[in-house]
C-alpha cells in the first residue's frame, strides 16, 4: 500500500503535468493587497495613533484614520499605499524583494522574505535587509536609498545598482551619488560600494537593472552590465580593476513604433530604452553572448562580452558589426527583464503588454513563429516587473500593477502584488520553445 506521503509527492507531481501540458504553467507563491514590513519605522504606531484621535466634528461616526488629510498623512514615516514592489530574486530559501523609493513613506528599500520564517503566509512582512539600519538614507551618506532590482552571480553575491534619487512625483532629488554595491550572501556583509562617477552619469534614474559575468572560482574577475534607459547606454564595471566604462549604440534606443502600451486598463507611451540584458551559453573560445533590449521595443539585440570587457572598445565611434539585430519577438511583446536559463537553453521573457511571461530557445532562431508564450493572466499578472532564475533552474516573476498605481488608483481591497514561480524545464513545455 503505498504511503501518505508518497500518494501526496504523486499528486502534486500530476499537477504540474498537467499545468504544463495547459500551457500555463506559472504558480502564484505569494500575493498582497498593500505591502507591510517587520519594521515600519520607530514612531509608525505614536504616530498613527495622533492621527487616529483627530476624529471630524462634522461626521458622525467618522474613520479619522481613514480620512486624515494627505498633508498629515506625509509626516508618516510609513505610507502603506506608496509600497509597490520591483524586483524578486531567490537564493537558497530567502526572497529578496525590492521596494525602489519612487514616493514617501518606503520603510526600506531591499527587502527579503524567510521562506522557511514565513513562507507559509499567502502575505508575508517584508524583513528588511541586510538590516534595517542600513536603509535608512538619512542617517548616513553610505546607506541605501533606492533599489529596483537585484542578481546573485556564480559566487554566492547579491549585486545591485543604488540610484541614489528619491523619485518623489515633482520632486526628484538626487541625495547621493549612483552607486553599485555587492554584498557576501553567507555573512551579508557589504563587500563593496563603488560610486558611479559623474562623468558616466549625472543621476541615477534609469540603472534599474544589473546582469553579472563572472565564472566560479573566478570571482574577482567579474564583469557588470547595467543598462541606462534613460541614457540609452549600457555601463561596464569591472571588480578587479575597479573601473567603470561605457557603450553608446543605437540599439539602445527605444522604438518609436513600439512606445504606445495598454496595460491593466491604462494607455500611456513610455519612451525607456536599454533596459534588460541577459547572459547566453558559454561559445567553445569561452566568451558569450550578451542578449538586450530597450522596454519600449519588440527587438533583440546581442553582443558579445568580449566586446564589452575591453574597455577601449567603448571610446570607438564606430562599433562596426559588434552590435547585431536578432531581429523581433512578434506584436505586443514590450518586455521589462528577460533571463537565460542554461539547462533548458531558454530565454524566458517579462512581457508587459501580454501580461505574462515568453520564451525563446536559443537553439532556434530568433523570430516571432519561434518566440512562445508560457504564461498570460490579463487579471493576475498585471505588469510582470521583474523575471529571475535561481541556480536551481526555477523561474521566479515579480507583477505590481505598476501602470494602475502610476496613472490611476490601486484598489486597496484586491490583491496588487503578486510573486510567481516555476521550473524552467517545466515552464517550456507546450511552448515552441521545448
Known amino acids: 500500500m503505498l504511503s501518505p506521503r508518497f500518494l501526496l509527492l504523486f499528486m502534486i507531481a500530476g499537477l504540474e503535468l498537467l499545468t504544463s501540458a495547459d500551457g500555463n504553467p506559472m504558480i502564484e507563491v505569494f500575493r498582497w493587497k498593500q505591502l507591510d514590513f517587520f519594521n515600519r519605522g520607530d514612531n ?20 479619522p484614520c481613514m480620512n486624515t488629510p494627505a498633508s498629515r498623512v506625509k509626516t508618516l514615516p510609513f505610507i502603506q499605499y506608496n509600497n509597490v514592489p520591483q524586483g524578486v530574486t531567490h537564493f537558497r530559501g530567502r526572497l529578496f524583494v ?13 527587502n527579503y522574505i524567510d521562506l522557511e520564517r514565513d ?18 538614507f538619512n542617517d548616513s551618506t553610505e546607506n541605501l536609498v533606492s533599489v529596483y532590482r537585484t542578481a546573485v552571480d556564480a559566487c554566492q553575491r547579491l549585486w545591485f545598482v543604488d540610484t541614489g534619487m528619491l523619485e518623489y512625483p515633482n520632486n526628484r532629488q538626487q541625495i547621493r551619488r549612483p552607486s553599485i554595491w555587492v554584498v557576501d550572501l553567507a555573512t551579508d556583509r557589504v563587500l563593496k560600494r563603488v560610486e558611479i562617477p559623474q562623468d558616466i552619469v549625472e543621476i541615477g534614474r534609469g540603472l534599474a537593472s544589473i546582469t553579472v559575468d563572472v565564472r566560479e572560482g573566478r570571482c574577482r574577475n567579474a564583469y557588470a552590465y547595467i543598462p541606462d534607459l534613460v541614457n540609452r547606454q549600457l555601463h561596464v564595471y569591472h571588480l578587479r580593476d575597479n573601473r567603470i566604462w561605457s557603450f553608446k549604440h543605437n540599439f539602445f534606443n527605444f522604438d518609436p513604433l513600439s512606445d504606445d502600451l495598454n496595460i491593466g486598463g491604462q494607455k500611456f507611451r513610455w ?18 553572448d550578451v542578449f538586450f533590449h530597450p522596454m519600449a521595443s519588440t527587438n533583440e539585440f546581442v553582443v558579445s562580452n568580449r566586446v564589452l570587457q575591453q574597455e577601449c572598445n567603448a571610446e570607438r565611434s564606430d562599433q562596426g558589426n559588434d552590435f547585431r539585430m536578432l531581429g523581433s519577438r512578434g506584436p505586443s511583446t514590450q518586455s521589462t527583464m528577460h533571463k537565460y536559463d542554461p539547462e533548458t537553453c531558454v530565454v524566458f521573457f517579462a512581457e508587459v503588454q501580454k501580461n505574462g511571461v515568453g520564451c525563446w530557445n536559443t537553439e532556434k532562431p530568433f523570430s516571432p513563429e519561434t518566440h512562445g508564450s508560457v504564461y498570460s493572466n490579463a487579471e493576475k499578472m498585471i505588469y510582470p516587473s521583474d523575471l529571475t532564475i535561481d541556480e536551481e533552474g526555477t523561474i521566479w516573476v515579480m507583477s505590481n500593477s505598476m501602470p494602475i498605481f502610476v496613472y490611476s488608483k490601486l484598489d486597496t481591497n484586491a490583491y496588487n502584488f ?15 520553445c521545448q
Open 418 to 432: 503578486r510573486i510567481w514561480k516555476q521550473k524552467a524545464s517545466l515552464a517550456k513545455n507546450g511552448t515552441v
Open 271 to 288: 519612451d525607456d530604452g536599454i533596459f534588460s540584458t541577459t547572459l547566453g551559453p558559454y561559445q567553445p573560445d569561452g566568451s558569450r
Open 44 to 63: 509608525y504606531q505614536n504616530t498613527l495613533q495622533f492621527l487616529c484621535s483627530l476624529k471630524d466634528p462634522h461626521v458622525p461616526n467618522s474613520q
Open 98 to 110: 525590492t521596494v525602489p523609493r519612487r514616493q514617501e513613506g518606503i520603510p526600506s528599500t531591499l
Open 119 to 136: 513562507g507559509q503566509s499567502e502575505s508575508p512582512v517584508l524583513r528588511a535587509y541586510p538590516n534595517f539600519a542600513l536603509n535608512q
